[in-house]
């Protein structure tokens, strides 16, 4: 099971911390994923963390956003900070291995003055 938390309604240049906990598997070989979709476009991937806690960016994000993950504690969090209107979307965790997949159900960042 993969549970979001931390979304909500901000306003541009403000911060907000996702959570992400995971059960029911051996979550530190995963590879675990955040990814967003805004209304009228396709689902993208923002950023992942491998279990050697390696992690990469979409470029948009780089610099602004944090992936980080507690192997103990099976959470992965994403840093969104500077957040701007174009940041709108649902997020979504995804948790990945051997090809068994794991998505949350997404939780809502909305960007707005």
């Known amino acids: 099971q993969v549970v979001e938390s931390g979304g909500g309604l901000v306003q541009p240049g403000e911060s907000l911390r996702l959570s992400c906990t995971v059960s029911?598997?051996?979550?530190?070989?995963?590879?675990m994923e955040w990814y967003r979709q805004a209304p009228g476009k396709e689902r993208e991937l923002v950023a992942s963390i491998n279990n050697d806690k390696v992690a990469n960016y979409e470029d948009s994000v780089k610099g602004r956003f944090t992936i980080s993950r507690d192997n103990a504690k099976k959470l992965v969090a994403l840093q969104m900070n500077s957040l701007k209107p174009e940041d709108t979307a649902v997020y979504y965790c995804?948790?990945?291995?051997?090809?068994?997949?794991?998505w949350g159900q997404g939780t809502q960042v909305t960007v707005s003055s």
């Open positions: 995804f948790a990945e291995y051997g090809g068994l997949e794991y």
């Open positions: 029911e598997i051996t979550f530190e070989i995963y590879r």
